[in-house]
């Protein structure tokens, strides 16, 4: 259930953040990718530095959805890091020079050493850093897949929020914001995003209103309570669009004709005389 005091720990959490990661479980469904990417949309307009990730790619399902495109695999580190292969005791010095605006690496071998082949240098990054991480749908961190595993220590090292309506969620963050109760992610995110008076246009209320209306089966299912119907009004006043579905009338079969009788004889209408038999 989201309560008011785990409102205010996300708020608390929000305000000084400026680098903020949402982070997608690799269990995925529409569902729980409207609202990692709701959420996405909603925190890029209050104009601080987002990214959105997920250990598996977006598959044809998802291409409806606004933003879907932003979604990357891999959390990018911050430096820079030159990797090469090392003989014990080959280098004499490593130093650095700046020269037309131009950062120059130098790396010295000890005279009885080659110099090092430039085929050999591998380049990455490393030391990725974030404010404040929202994990969208994962019942724990594994959930997360690789990008939790590469980046064990920028989850350590950030404040996290989780988002979940699976009652056998394991708390594993900062803030673990779970609802049972709620039929969707979507539903869930509709109502955090209203009450945090996050932005929310007409393109984030269309995707909050797809996750619904999929994981409820068009509001048939029997979680799709109240709260779910308030939820989808409330992304329709946000401006959020329906699709308008057109079903093809089915041609009408053609018409029998009877078959064309004769025409009746001229005299069909006129009065008939019966003439007797004489015959006994």
């Known amino acids: 259930m989201i309560t008011p005091n785990g409102l205010t720990q996300i708020r608390e959490a929000l305000t000084p953040a400026q680098t903020i990661f949402v982070v997608l479980s690799q269990k995925l469904s529409l569902d729980k990718v409207a609202a990692g990417l709701s959420l996405y949309l909603s925190l890029k307009k209050t104009k601080k530095e987002v990214s959105i990730f997920c250990s598996r790619s977006m598959i044809v399902e998802f291409s409806s959805l606004v933003g ?163 939820a989808a009004a409330f992304c329709l006043k946000a401006g959020a669009k329906t699709s308008k579905k057109t079903v093809p009338l089915e041609p009408m079969p053609p018409k029998i004709s009877a078959e064309k009788k004769p025409d009746p004889s001229p005299d069909w209408l006129e009065p008939k005389i019966y003439k007797g038999n004489t015959l006994v």
């Open 68 to 230: 879907v495109d932003q979604v990357k695999q891999k959390i990018k580190g911050r430096n820079l890091v030159i990797s090469f292969d090392y003989v014990e005791d080959s280098i004499e010095k490593v130093s650095y020079s700046i020269e037309n605006n131009k950062f120059n690496l130098v790396i010295q071998p000890k005279e009885s050493f080659l110099p090092l082949a430039t085929e050999k240098i591998n380049y990455s990054y490393s030391g990725s850093r974030t404010d404040l991480i929202f994990v969208v749908g994962a019942r724990s961190l594994s959930d997360l897949g690789e990008v939790y595993f590469q980046n064990k220590k920028t989850f350590k090292e950030s404040k996290t929020v989780n988002f979940n309506i699976s009652p056998t969620n394991e708390p594993f963050a900062n803030v673990d914001l779970v609802d049972p109760q709620a039929s969707s992610y979507s539903e869930m995110m509709t109502l955090v995003l209203s009450r945090l008076n996050l932005p929310i246009d007409g393109d984030i209320a269309a995707n909050l209103l797809s996750g619904i209306q999929k994981a409820t089966a068009g509001f048939s299912l029997a979680k799709a309570g109240p709260s779910a119907f308030e």
